[in-house]
């Protein structure tokens, strides 16, 4: 028989350590200890070996051959893009194949017909897909080759997110009444990884049981469901409660749904006047505001004081039409539903009448005021034209006065005066 020419494992690590760089040898308790380097460094067998492959420019030359891939993550119905790169192809082509290892893509030729899986960039040094319509079956470890030597693999996790139903409230049935305590139920399915579910009372936060968690019969999908427990009010009456489910893959939208609820309460009433300050003479309406749920239906008015008091109406509003004083007083108005009563009182103090213009005296002083506008305008007017005059103002000289320029005294003045005119001509004044 011939020898084998494969070598066993131990002559392997015997020649290795007598011919690896540096010189190192294989110690009696299995270290290796590299001679070159500083005494006492030691390294355990199997760091050494691999530590040399390495180290081998063979192998240091292989790394770029190696492909690389990144983790998606997907929205159940979305699209997912998987991504496969590498440096150095050595002339082989990149793979693509599922969970379940049959190929989808080699290089730019499709391997599996399923239409959801489309090819997105195919070169040399890239591989590319898509795969639409995600399910939650698409869901697992993703494998990219390159069939260089040996076969180089990179992996893909997807994971694909379960999008929550819309939750769903149960345990109202019908109005409670004011104080009673209410229990109300919030659910939803689908959800993967599990939701969170809150609460609200209109804008208020509404503290309720921790989410309770179920996984559904699929086993990828959880249902998730909480409860809430509260006495309510009358300010309840119609407010909404909303239970808010909260999941990465809603991407922030609200996702939530409400429940109106209604409350039964004693009715509440007050007294309004009009008008507000009533005065002897006057139309007074007292209007009784009833509130509650029911809403009032009977209302009786009484005027208190009187005995027994006195009865007035059973109509939600009380008219005087002509107010006297000897109606003032303390009235009171019950308003009343099928749950109880409630009276309110309000206090009725007739003023004087007060004073009425008459028309005419009102068209004197339309007519004084008028008047007085015009004479302001008047006054206006000539204290302009006053100051007008005074600036322009000229000097007047008659022709007498000519001639008193040049006399030496009065005398003089009026010869010269006399003198200078014509005959017959009439004495002329001059503007200078």
Not at 164 to 184: C, D, F, H, M, N
Request: hydrophobic share 35%.
């Amino acid at each position: 028989m011939g020898v084998s020419s494969v070598l066993p494992l131990p002559l392997l690590l015997l020649f290795a350590c007598r011919w690896a760089p540096g010189r190192a040898n294989l110690s009696q308790d299995g270290y290796w200890q590299e001679q070159d380097l500083e005494l006492g460094t030691l390294a355990p067998l199997d760091e050494a070996i691999s530590s040399t492959v390495w180290s081998s420019p063979d192998m240091l030359a292989s790394q770029d051959s190696q492909p690389w891939t990144s983790d998606e993550t997907v929205v159940a119905g979305g699209t997912v893009v998987l991504k496969c790169q590498v440096k150095d192809h050595e002339d082989s082509s990149l793979q693509w194949s599922n969970p379940a290892q049959q190929t989808l893509y080699f290089g730019e030729k499709r391997a599996l017909r399923d239409n959801r899986i489309q090819l997105v960039k195919s070169t040399p040094h890239e591989l590319s897909i898509s795969i639409s319509n995600v399910a939650l079956a698409d869901e697992g470890e993703y494998t990219c080759s390159i069939f260089t030597m040996p076969v180089r693999t990179a992996k893909s996790l997807v994971t694909v997110l379960g999008i929550p139903q819309k939750p769903v409230i149960t345990g109202y049935t019908s109005s409670v009444r004011e104080e009673a305590t209410i229990k109300l139920k919030c659910q939803s399915s689908g959800s993967k990884p599990a939701a969170q579910l809150t609460w609200r009372k209109g804008e208020q936060d509404l503290p309720g049981e921790p989410t309770q968690i179920q996984e559904d019969s699929n086993g990828k999908t959880f249902t998730v469901s909480s409860s809430v427990v509260f006495q309510v009010t009358r300010e309840d009456d119609g407010a909404d409660i909303l239970c808010s489910v909260n999941h990465e893959s809603l991407k922030g939208a609200d996702r939530s749904t409400s429940q109106r609820i209604e409350v039964l309460y004693k009715p509440m009433a007050k007294i309004r006047p009009d008008p507000l300050h009533p005065r002897e003479g006057q139309k007074l309406l007292l209007l009784c505001e009833g509130r509650g749920n029911p809403i009032p239906q009977e209302y009786q008015w009484e005027k208190v004081g009187s005995e027994p008091p006195q009865k007035m109406t059973q109509e939600r509003a009380l008219i005087f039409p002509f107010l006297n004083k000897s109606d003032s007083g303390t009235y009171g108005c019950t308003a009343t539903n099928n749950l109880g009563s409630y009276k309110a009182f309000y206090t009725l103090n007739v003023h004087d009448p007060s004073p009425v213009p008459s028309s005419s005296s009102t068209y004197h002083a339309i007519i004084g005021g008028i008047v007085a506008f015009i004479v302001f305008l008047l006054l206006i007017l000539l204290i302009f034209l006053g100051h007008y005059l005074i600036r322009h103002k000229g000097t007047y000289l008659t022709h007498e006065a000519k001639g008193s320029d040049d006399a030496p005294d009065a005398d003089t003045a009026i010869i010269n005066a006399e003198g200078g005119q014509s005959g017959g001509d009439d004495k002329k004044e001059y503007f200078i």
